[in-house]
């Protein structure tokens, strides 16, 4: 049974870093792609990157590109977040599907994850 479970959010002050994890279990990461989505107070659910469970390969979305990577250790992924902004502000999910025919990308892009987390809220506000 797959399992995700997030940690790491909290109230955090305007231009300091943070660090999410997704802890998993109940499957073997290797042949999975494990993502992070936020959805914002209000907003839909966007996601926000991806990492193949082999670690072969990584994406963030592009407007986030300098600010946020992904990274896995074992079976836990991590999400660093630099440069907080008050439009980070949301719940952040972790997500994990067997890797198949699409990439990474087109999956993040396509929301295309059969297994979620109960996410964790970041506030950012000063």
């Known amino acids: 049974q797959v399992q995700l479970v997030e940690s790491g959010g909290g109230l955090v002050q305007p231009g300091s870093s943070l660090r999410l994890s997704c802890e998993t279990s109940?499957?073997?990461?290797?042949?999975?792609?494990i993502a992070w989505f936020r959805q914002a107070p209000g907003n839909v659910r966007d996601g926000v990157s991806c990492?193949?469970?082999?670690?072969?390969s990584t994406y963030v979305a592009n407007y986030l590109k300098g600010r946020f990577t992904i990274s896995r250790e074992k079976d836990t992924v991590f999400l660093h977040i630099s440069s907080l902004i008050p439009g980070d502000t949301g719940v952040y999910f972790c997500?994990?599907?067997?890797?198949?025919?699409?990439?990474?990308?087109?999956?993040?892009?396509?929301?295309?994850?059969?297994?979620w987390g109960k996410g964790t809220l970041v506030t950012v506000s000063s």
């Open positions: 997500a994990a599907e067997p890797l198949r025919l699409l990439s990474i990308a087109s999956m993040t892009r396509l929301a295309h994850f059969g297994s």
């Open positions: 990492i193949s469970g082999n670690d072969v």
């Open positions: 109940g499957f073997t990461v290797d042949g999975y792609a």
